[in-house]
Every structure is written in structure tokens, then in C-alpha cells.
């Protein structure tokens, strides 16, 4: 039996509200932060290759070294043509679409149209009625201590007995966001309003996204596509308004941890199930780019910033993170980074920048939950996570850094969207 911590592009991340691969089981840490040099692309390209070689059907990379930059990618798309993965293809990233919904409220309290500790109630009293949507604040859902509970579940019932047949069964059906909104509410709460540690929870983000549309009188997603995502100067990154995505792209192998066999294709899916919460697409330049933006204050003044780096506890993914408004911080041998996970049925994607925006990485895979679980319901990791971490500290703190396997604490990418399975 699956246990009932979906989740999803959200729940840590989303990815697309339930379901990522893993990413951070675990934290490497050294006394003194060393400082990455330069770009080694033979070692990079060589590194995204052992991603491949341990079983990842396809993988793309964009690395940032100040003005520098190295693209590569490794294996197929389509594992029956096997036409190949390029650096530049447009992917469904997941929970990453938190990081641009909470930059667009963010806006707003900027401008004095909402205030961060004010209650949900006072803005969407119909849709959080009574004391609920008095003690839970703005605040608390960007920051998943709002303790409402994830949607995922419920949305997607078969989910829970280890078969994919609601994963099909709503493959082209429409979800309207208050519909899911309900589904949360209904949910047992998982905790008590602004208490930490927090969880992770889809739903929080569309109730954003539906703020959002209240105070601007604006469709959610056109607004974040005018004022948050042109404003980064974003050239393939969208919220498609089809099952489709848009432009050159990868399929998306789903494995649900070995109950579907073999993986299947959910590259063609109607993403309105995540929403604000996880239905962006783009690529892993237009990432890196969107972050590096946002760390360097282009997309809100220093005050909104700085809120969206106060961090609290949240559990997510079988683990904890440090979470702010929309993003998180990762503490790797070389320092800190910031950025967000995501994953959708399919496709996965981890994007992190330091505080500066100078050194960054974005990546994107085409298939997920490729582990198995264990008879104590835990997930074992596999040569593809090991492989990925290496490509990852590579990637941001150059040659030199412990391996995952050396590591005493082995880390995995994208712990926000983990979903976790009981037999």
C-alpha cells in the first residue's frame, strides 16, 4: 500500500504536486565553505554521462559560473525511437512554479495589496471560511505552516494501492483549483496554524494562486506569466494552455517505484491537478536566468527578498527542509544555495543558486520514482541518485568535493516531491 505522504510538485516541492525523486536524505557538510573555480566541462559532460550509465533515461544541465556557462545533456527522450536529450528542451519543472507564484504575491505586498500575516480569511472568505481562514495567514501558506493538507491524495485515490488507474483516468480531465482547495480542506489538518516544524502541501499554493486572482482581478497564471515571468526576461518558460508541452521536449517515463512496469509516458497531461502549485514549463537556461533574477532583487525590492529567506522548519519528501516563501536553502560544502525542486508523473527538476546568483545549477530528468521501497516501506536508493549527486556538487562546488558514496550522510535530489510507499 502507498501511505498517504503524497507529495507532490508541492508537497515539498511539488513537482507537480506528488511526486519527485529525493534530494536531500541527508546533508554534506565540511568547517570551512571552499570556493568553486571555474567550469570543468570534460568532468561535467563526464558526470551527466554516469547519470545516464546508472539507469537515467535522459538528463539536461545548465551550469553558471559568473559570465560563464556549460550545457550539456545525456541519453534519450524517446526510448523507442531513442531520439536524444538536448541542453535546451523545454521541461515540466514541478514545485519550481512555487517559487514563481510566491514572487508574484510578493509583488503584491510590496504595492500594499496584501499583507504577509494578514489571514487567508480576510482576503478568500468563502473558500477558507470561519476560524480556519482567521488563523491562517498569507504567510503560513507560502511557508507550508498553514497545516492544511495536501490534495494529492484524495485527487488521485488509486494512487494509494499502488496502481496508476486514476494517474490515467485524468489524463485530459480539467480540475478547477477551488475543487482541489476543497479536497485539502477536507483533509485531516496536520497540525495547528503557524506551528513548525511545517508540511509540505500542494494546496497552500493554488489558495495562492486564487489570492492572487482575488486582488488583481487577473487570471493567476497570466499573472505571473506578465509580471513575473516576462519581467525575468524568460523566453521558453510558460504555463501551457494544452495537455501539450510546449516546443522541443522529452517524453516523461514514469515508474511509481516499480508499480508501473514498464515506465510509462505522461508527457501529454492536463496539468490544471497543480496549477499554481507545479504547471509551469521551461527550460533549464530560462531557470537559472529566472533565480539569478530574483536573488539580485530585479524582481522585488530587498525587503520582499529577505521575507522570502526567512526560513522554518518543514517536513517534506520523508525529510526536512529549511523553507522560506516559495524557496529553500541548501547547505553544501562550498556554501549555501537557494532554489526549489520539482516533480511532475515523469519528469523531475532541482535548481540551485548561490546567494548571488553567480554559480548555478538547473537540471531536468525524464523519468522518476525509478527506486524500489523496501519491506519497511522506505525507499532504496539507486546507482541513479549517487550518480546524480555527483553530478550536482560537481556542478556547484567544482572538482575536489566528497562523492555522494564517499559521503557519511549520502543527500538525493528533489526531497520536497517524494512519495512514500508502504507494502
Same mark, same amino acid.
Given at each position: 500500500?502507498?501511505?498517504?505522504?503524497?507529495?507532490?510538485? *508541492?508537497?515539498?516541492?511539488?513537482?507537480?504536486?506528488?511526486?519527485?525523486?529525493?534530494?536531500?536524505?541527508?546533508?554534506?557538510?565540511?568547517?570551512?565553505?571552499?570556493?568553486?573555480?571555474?567550469?570543468?566541462?570534460?568532468?561535467?559532460?563526464?558526470?551527466?554521462?554516469?547519470?545516464?550509465?546508472?539507469?537515467?533515461?535522459?538528463?539536461?544541465?545548465?551550469?553558471?559560473?559568473?559570465?560563464?556557462?556549460?550545457?550539456?545533456?545525456?541519453?534519450?527522450?524517446?526510448?523507442?525511437?531513442?531520439?536524444?536529450?538536448?541542453?535546451?528542451?523545454?521541461?515540466?519543472?514541478?514545485?519550481?512554479?512555487?517559487?514563481?507564484?510566491?514572487?508574484?504575491?510578493?509583488?503584491?505586498?510590496?504595492?500594499?495589496?496584501?499583507?504577509?500575516?494578514?489571514?487567508?480569511?480576510?482576503?478568500?472568505?468563502?473558500?477558507?471560511?470561519?476560524?480556519?481562514?482567521?488563523?491562517?495567514?498569507?504567510?503560513?501558506?507560502?511557508?507550508?505552516?498553514?497545516?492544511?493538507?495536501?490534495?494529492?491524495?484524495?485527487?488521485?485515490?488509486?494512487?494509494?494501492? *499502488?496502481?496508476?488507474?486514476?494517474?490515467?483516468?485524468?489524463?485530459?480531465?480539467?480540475?478547477?483549483?477551488?475543487?482541489?482547495?476543497?479536497?485539502?480542506?477536507?483533509?485531516?489538518?496536520?497540525?495547528?496554524?503557524?506551528?513548525?516544524?511545517?508540511?509540505?502541501?500542494?494546496?497552500?499554493?493554488?489558495?495562492?494562486?486564487?489570492?492572487?486572482?482575488?486582488?488583481? !482581478?487577473?487570471?493567476?497564471?497570466?499573472?505571473?506569466?506578465?509580471?513575473?515571468?516576462?519581467?525575468?526576461?524568460?523566453?521558453?518558460?510558460?504555463?501551457?494552455?494544452?495537455?501539450?508541452?510546449?516546443?522541443?521536449?522529452?517524453?516523461?517515463?514514469?515508474?511509481?517505484?516499480?508499480?508501473?512496469?514498464?515506465?510509462?509516458?505522461?508527457?501529454?497531461?492536463?496539468?490544471?491537478?497543480?496549477?499554481?502549485?507545479?504547471?509551469?514549463?521551461?527550460?533549464?537556461?530560462?531557470?537559472?536566468?529566472?533565480?539569478?533574477?530574483?536573488?539580485? *532583487?530585479?524582481?522585488?525590492?530587498?525587503?520582499?527578498?529577505?521575507?522570502?529567506?526567512?526560513?522554518?522548519?518543514?517536513?517534506? *519528501?520523508?525529510?526536512?527542509?529549511?523553507?522560506?516563501?516559495?524557496?529553500?536553502?541548501?547547505?553544501?560544502?562550498?556554501?549555501?544555495?537557494?532554489?526549489?525542486?520539482?516533480?511532475?508523473?515523469?519528469?523531475?527538476?532541482?535548481?540551485?543558486?548561490?546567494?548571488?546568483?553567480?554559480?548555478?545549477?538547473?537540471?531536468?530528468?525524464?523519468?522518476?520514482?525509478?527506486?524500489?521501497?523496501?519491506?519497511?516501506?522506505?525507499?532504496?536508493?539507486?546507482?541513479?541518485?549517487?550518480?546524480?549527486?555527483?553530478?550536482?556538487?560537481?556542478?556547484?562546488?567544482?572538482? !575536489?568535493?566528497?562523492?555522494?558514496?564517499?559521503?557519511?550522510?549520502?543527500?538525493?535530489?528533489?526531497?520536497?516531491?517524494?512519495?512514500?510507499?508502504?507494502?
Amino acid at each position: 500500500m502507498i501511505s498517504r505522504r503524497f507529495i507532490l510538485s *508541492g508537497r515539498r516541492m511539488a513537482v507537480a504536486t506528488a511526486m519527485g525523486a529525493l534530494l536531500a536524505a541527508g546533508t554534506v557538510t565540511t568547517p570551512a565553505a571552499a570556493t568553486p573555480e571555474g567550469l570543468d566541462r570534460q568532468a561535467l559532460q563526464t558526470s551527466l554521462d554516469a547519470v545516464h550509465k546508472a539507469g537515467m533515461y535522459g538528463m539536461y544541465a545548465n551550469v553558471r559560473d559568473g559570465g560563464r556557462t556549460w550545457r550539456g545533456a545525456a541519453g534519450v527522450a524517446d526510448v523507442d525511437t531513442r531520439r536524444p536529450v538536448r541542453p535546451d528542451m523545454v521541461h515540466r519543472v514541478g514545485s519550481i512554479t512555487k517559487t514563481f507564484t510566491a514572487v508574484a504575491i510578493l509583488q503584491q505586498v510590496e504595492r500594499g495589496a496584501i499583507e504577509l500575516d494578514a489571514p487567508v480569511g480576510r482576503y478568500l472568505p468563502d473558500l477558507v471560511p470561519g476560524e480556519r481562514g482567521q488563523k491562517v495567514t498569507v504567510r503560513m501558506l507560502l511557508n507550508h505552516t498553514s497545516h492544511i493538507a495536501d490534495y494529492i491524495a484524495p485527487a488521485f485515490p488509486s494512487l494509494l494501492e *499502488g496502481s496508476a488507474k486514476s494517474l490515467d483516468d485524468h489524463r485530459f480531465r480539467t480540475i478547477a483549483p477551488e475543487e482541489l482547495v476543497e479536497l485539502g480542506l477536507n483533509g485531516v489538518p496536520t497540525g495547528e496554524p503557524g506551528v513548525a516544524p511545517g508540511s509540505y502541501s500542494n494546496t497552500n499554493y493554488i489558495l495562492a494562486g486564487l489570492l492572487l486572482e482575488k486582488v488583481t !482581478g487577473t487570471d493567476a497564471e497570466d499573472h505571473i506569466t506578465r509580471n513575473v515571468i516576462r519581467k525575468a526576461g524568460l523566453r521558453h518558460t510558460s504555463f501551457p494552455r494544452t495537455p501539450h508541452i510546449p516546443g522541443p521536449h522529452s517524453k516523461a517515463y514514469e515508474s511509481m517505484y516499480g508499480f508501473i512496469d514498464p515506465p510509462r509516458d505522461y508527457s501529454v497531461y492536463n496539468m490544471s491537478w497543480a496549477g499554481t502549485a507545479g504547471a509551469v514549463t521551461s527550460t533549464m537556461d530560462d531557470l537559472n536566468r529566472f533565480y539569478r533574477a530574483l536573488l539580485r *532583487g530585479e524582481l522585488m525590492g530587498a525587503a520582499q527578498l529577505a521575507e522570502m529567506q526567512k526560513t522554518v522548519v518543514v517536513l517534506a *519528501g520523508g525529510g526536512s527542509i529549511d523553507y522560506g516563501l516559495g524557496l529553500y536553502s541548501l547547505d553544501l560544502p562550498c556554501g549555501r544555495f537557494w532554489g526549489h525542486d520539482g516533480g511532475v508523473f515523469g519528469m523531475a527538476t532541482q535548481s540551485l543558486s548561490s546567494p548571488d546568483g553567480s554559480r548555478q545549477l538547473s537540471f531536468g530528468v525524464n523519468r522518476t520514482k525509478y527506486q524500489t521501497i523496501d519491506e519497511s516501506g522506505h525507499i532504496v536508493l539507486h546507482p541513479i541518485d549517487y550518480a546524480t549527486v555527483d553530478h550536482l556538487l560537481l556542478a556547484l562546488c567544482g572538482p !575536489g568535493t566528497a562523492t555522494a558514496k564517499a559521503a557519511t550522510a549520502p543527500f538525493v535530489p528533489f526531497p520536497a516531491d517524494r512519495l512514500s510507499v508502504k507494502r
